[in-house]
């Protein structure tokens, strides 16, 4: 077993040795047996992965709504220059709009004195 030049110290302090490594595996396998502490530790993991996902989300949103309204009011000076412009063609429309009219009652006339 143990070889006669080992002291009774050596063979105490080699028993204690074994000990703790006895203390440690049981610690382990312990620790791996618990199934609660374990699912609360991967629960932990998984609320932070998702608290990481949610921030980067929240960034790319906010950058993204960011190019959006740039690109609105860009979108917006560039129609209000074709508003200005429409402008022109509104004030001769109720000109169009009457001459319609007429000829329309022109024909409508025309076809009842016709008959």
Known sequence: MTSPELS???IQQE??????????TV???????????????????VKAQAQAKAADVKTKAQAKATDVKAQTQAKATELSGQVRRSQVVQR?????VAAAVLVAGSVAVWRWRKK
């Open 92 to 96: 001769r429309w109720p000109l169009a």
């Open 27 to 45: 610690e382990e396998l312990a620790a791996k047996a618990d199934v609660k502490a374990r699912a609360q530790a991967k629960a932990t993991d």
């Open 8 to 10: 009774q110290e050596e």
């Open 15 to 24: 028993i204690e040795r074994t000990r703790e490594r006895l203390g440690e």
